[in-house]
C-alpha cells in the first residue's frame, strides 16, 4: 500500500500546482495580460515549443489566441508579438520601453551585460553611439569603404580562379573575405586566407552559429543553471567563444603596443583605446577595457558570419533558380559590362539585382524570432498590458512573411520588390536588420558587401550545378535562433 499512497500524493502535489497556474493565468488575463495555452507546473510551456521550429510553432499558437500571446518558458513569463504593425510599435513606437535586451544565457556567459548585443540602459547607448559614430568616422558608406571591398573583391576572385571549375563548397571562403572587410574596420588589417588561425575562428565562428540554434543550444538559455552542470555541445560553444575572445585579445593587445594618441585613430581598437585614455577615472563611463573586448567581439561576428550566410544563400538560389539568374546577369551585362568592377553607383541602374538581394534575405529569415527584449515597464500593447520584466519574442519573420505586403511569402520571387514598371520597389515589412534603436549597426555595410561581392562573382563566372549532383534545396538546415542553409558545392566556371 506505501506505493499507493506516494503515487497518490505525487498527483495531488501535481493538480495542485496545475490548479494554482490555472488560477495564476485566469488572474493574468483579469489584469488584462495577454492570453495563451495552459501551461504545465515547472515546465511552463516548453514541452510545446519544438526546438526544430520555434517559429512554425508561435504562428500557430497565434491563430489561436491572436498576435499577442503569452506563454511560461519554466517559472519566465513570455510573450510573443507577430505582425508588422505591432512590430513597428515594439521596435520603433514604444523603442524606450522594449530596448533593454533579455535574457539571452548562451552570450551572457561570455559576454555578460557587456558589448553591444547584450548590454542595456546608459553602457549600450554610450556604446552603441561611440560604435556608430567612430564607424562612420571609418568609412562606413563611404568611397574609401567601397575600395577596401573591390581589393577584397578581387583577392577573392583570384581565389575562385583557382578551383578551375570544379565542384567547390564555398564558405569558409566567402566567411574569409566578408569577416576581411569588417577586420579592415576593426582592426586596420585582413588576413590571408590561407592564414590557419584565422581559418580556426571562422570555423569556430559558423559551429557556434549551428550550436545556439540546436536543441542543447536552444535548452541553456532555457534552463542555463540545470544544463551548466552536464556535458554537450553547448560546452563546445563556449570553448570555441574563448578562442575566438583571445585571437581578438591580442589584437588588442598589439594595439596598445603600437598605439599613438596624438595621431588619428587607424581603426575602431585604436579609437576605442583612445577614448579610455580620455575617459580614465570617469564614474560610469562604458569604456574600459571590460567593455572594449566584448564590444569587438559582438561587431567581428556580427559583421562576419550573418552576411557570409546570406551571400551563400543568394549563390544556392541563383543555382537553383537559373530564370533568375539570366535576368540578373543581363541587367549586369547591360549596366556594367565585362570588364571594369561593379561598384555602388550601378546599384542605381540595376532594379532587378536588388530586388533579388531583398528577396534573398526576406527567404532566408535569417533571424526568425527576432532578438529578446525585456518591458521596462508595464505596457500596452494590442489591447493588452503587458507587465514590466517581461521577456518579449518579436517575430520578424511574422513581418517577411506577410501575405499582406509579399503576394506569395512562402514563394521566392524577386517580383515581391518590383513595380509595373520592372522598377525597384521598398517594402515597409522588409525587416531582416530589425529596426528602430536596436536594428543592426551594420546594415549600410552588410548591403554594400552583398551587392559588390556577388555582381563581382557572376561578372567573373557562371554558377553550375556539379555534374551529377542532386537538386539543391533552399530550406535551411537549421531552423532555429537562425535559419542556417545547408552546405553545397557549386563550379565557378569562368566567363
Known amino acids: 500500500m506505501e506505493p499507493l499512497g506516494t503515487v497518490a500524493v505525487a498527483l495531488l502535489l501535481v493538480l495542485v500546482a496545475t490548479g494554482l497556474v490555472a488560477r495564476w493565468q485566469k488572474g493574468q488575463r483579469e489584469r488584462g495580460h495577454p492570453p495563451g495555452p495552459p501551461a504545465l507546473p515547472l515546465l511552463g510551456n516548453l514541452l510545446q515549443l519544438r526546438a526544430a521550429d520555434t517559429c512554425r510553432v508561435f504562428r500557430e499558437l497565434s491563430e489561436t489566441y491572436g498576435p499577442v500571446f503569452s506563454l511560461r518558458l519554466g517559472s519566465t513569463p513570455a510573450v510573443v508579438v507577430l505582425g508588422y504593425e505591432l512590430l513597428r510599435e515594439v521596435l520603433v513606437t514604444r523603442g524606450e520601453e522594449f530596448a533593454r535586451r533579455g535574457r539571452f544565457p548562451l552570450a551572457e ?43 577584397e573583391t578581387e583577392l577573392l576572385l583570384e581565389e575562385l580562379r583557382r578551383t578551375k571549375g570544379q565542384p567547390f563548397n564555398p564558405a569558409l571562403l566567402l566567411s574569409a573575405a566578408v569577416g576581411n572587410a569588417i577586420c579592415r574596420i576593426l582592426l586596420g588589417r585582413r588576413f590571408a ?31 542555463p543553471g540545470l544544463m551548466e552542470l552536464l556535458p554537450g555541445p553547448h560546452q563546445t560553444f563556449f570553448r570555441n567563444n ?48 571590460d567593455n572594449l573586448h566584448p564590444t569587438l567581439f559582438d561587431l567581428f561576428i556580427a559583421g562576419t558570419e550573418s552576411t557570409s550566410i546570406t551571400l551563400r544563400y543568394c549563390l544556392l538560389l541563383l543555382l537553383e533558380h537559373p530564370e533568375v539568374a539570366g ?12 570588364e571594369r568592377p561593379p561598384a555602388l553607383r550601378d546599384r542605381g541602374a540595376m532594379p532587378y539585382t536588388e530586388a533579388f538581394l531583398h528577396e ?13 527584449r525585456t ?121
Open 109 to 151: 556567459k561570455s559576454s555578460g551585460d557587456r558589448g553591444i548585443f547584450m548590454s542595456s540602459g546608459e553602457r549600450w547607448a554610450q556604446t552603441r553611439r561611440f560604435a556608430l559614430s567612430t564607424l562612420r568616422d571609418l568609412g562606413l558608406g563611404r568611397r574609401g569603404l567601397e575600395e577596401q571591398i573591390q581589393e
Open 193 to 223: 586566407y590561407g592564414d590557419a588561425e584565422y581559418r580556426q575562428v571562422l570555423q569556430r565562428m559558423a559551429q557556434n552559429f549551428h550550436l545556439e540554434s540546436s536543441s542543447a543550444g536552444q535548452l541553456y538559455n532555457l534552463l
Open 242 to 289: 574563448a578562442f575566438i575572445q583571445d585571437f581578438l585579445a591580442r589584437k588588442v593587445a598589439e594595439h596598445e603596443a603600437t598605439l599613438h594618441l596624438v595621431e588619428e585613430p587607424r581603426d575602431f581598437v585604436d579609437a576605442f583605446l583612445r577614448r579610455m585614455e580620455q575617459e580614465k577615472g570617469t564614474a560610469g563611463t562604458a569604456f574600459g577595457r
Open 327 to 338: 535576368k540578373v546577369g543581363q541587367e549586369l551585362e547591360r549596366v556594367v559590362g565585362w
Open 360 to 372: 534573398a534575405q526576406r527567404y532566408l529569415d535569417l533571424v526568425p524570432l527576432g532578438f529578446i
Open 375 to 495: 518591458v521596462t515597464r508595464d505596457t500596452p500593447l494590442g489591447g493588452y498590458i503587458l507587465p514590466k520584466g517581461c521577456t518579449i519574442y518579436p517575430v520578424l519573420s511574422s513581418a517577411l512573411r506577410d501575405p499582406r505586403f509579399f503576394k506569395n511569402p512562402e514563394t521566392f520571387d524577386p517580383g515581391h520588390f518590383l513595380d509595373e514598371k520592372g522598377g525597384f520597389k521598398k517594402s515597409e515589412a522588409f525587416l531582416p536588420f530589425s529596426a528602430g534603436k536596436r536594428m543592426c549597426l551594420g546594415e549600410s555595410l552588410a548591403r554594400t558587401q552583398l551587392f559588390l561581392f556577388l555582381t563581382a562573382i557572376l561578372q567573373r563566372f557562371q554558377l553550375r550545378r556539379p555534374p551529377g549532383a542532386p537538386p539543391f534545396r533552399p530550406a535551411p538546415q537549421v531552423i532555429g535562433i537562425m535559419n542556417i542553409p545547408r552546405p553545397f558545392e557549386v563550379c565557378f566556371c569562368p566567363r
